[in-house]
């Protein structure tokens, strides 16, 4: 992934939350990784966290409370948010879910393998596409770049 910016990880799933940690870490990927375990605490991280909007958001479509293809209506409508690609990243391959994500945007849409080496194979496509990708700077790249600079520096720390 090209920017500093974070990656946001809409997943109720916890093993499955942390096998995409574990291949985003495998493939270096140096983004942090910000895990929201359903759509209403994703919408709640976009709306009131301050700080960069993530780069790209991985949504799992089933999720309790608001689900994922509640959560991309809810964020293309939003025209501060419609911009952040979303990759939809599910178990499921039935047609009416990946026609209502397309419909509803999503910039791509993965069955998770249940096969770590295939899901990494995935992982490792979706970084590529997305590190070769132009993306939309954020309206205030003074502050971007503030931002860029003091995760260089947390990251030297730690
Ligand atoms: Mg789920």
């Known amino acids: 992934m090209q920017s500093a910016k974070p990656i946001l990880l809409a997943e109720d799933d916890d093993i499955d939350a942390m096998t995409v940690k574990r291949a985003l870490k495998e493939l270096n ?11 209403e605490q994703a919408l709640e991280y976009l709306r009131e966290h301050e700080g960069p909007k993530p780069c790209l958001i991985l949504l799992d479509l089933n999720m309790p409370k608001m689900n994922g293809l509640e959560f991309l209506e809810a964020i293309k409508a939003d025209e501060k948010f419609r911009a952040i690609p979303v990759i939809a990243l599910t178990t499921s391959g039935e047609q009416s879910d990946i026609i209502a994500s397309f419909r509803l945007g999503v910039a791509g849409y993965m069955v998770k393998s ?6 990494l194979e995935t992982m490792r496509v979706v ?4 590190s070769l990708s132009k993306m ?4 205030d790249p003074a502050l971007d770049h503030e931002l860029e600079t003091l995760s260089q520096i947390e990251n030297a720390v730690l």
Request: charged share 30%; proline share 4%; with cysteine.
């Open 136 to 139: 939309p700077e954020s309206a």
């Open 29 to 39: 990927v140096a983004n942090q990784l910000v895990r929201k375990c359903d759509g």
């Open 127 to 130: 970084d590529e596409y997305w």
């Open 114 to 119: 249940v096969d770590y080496a295939q899901f």
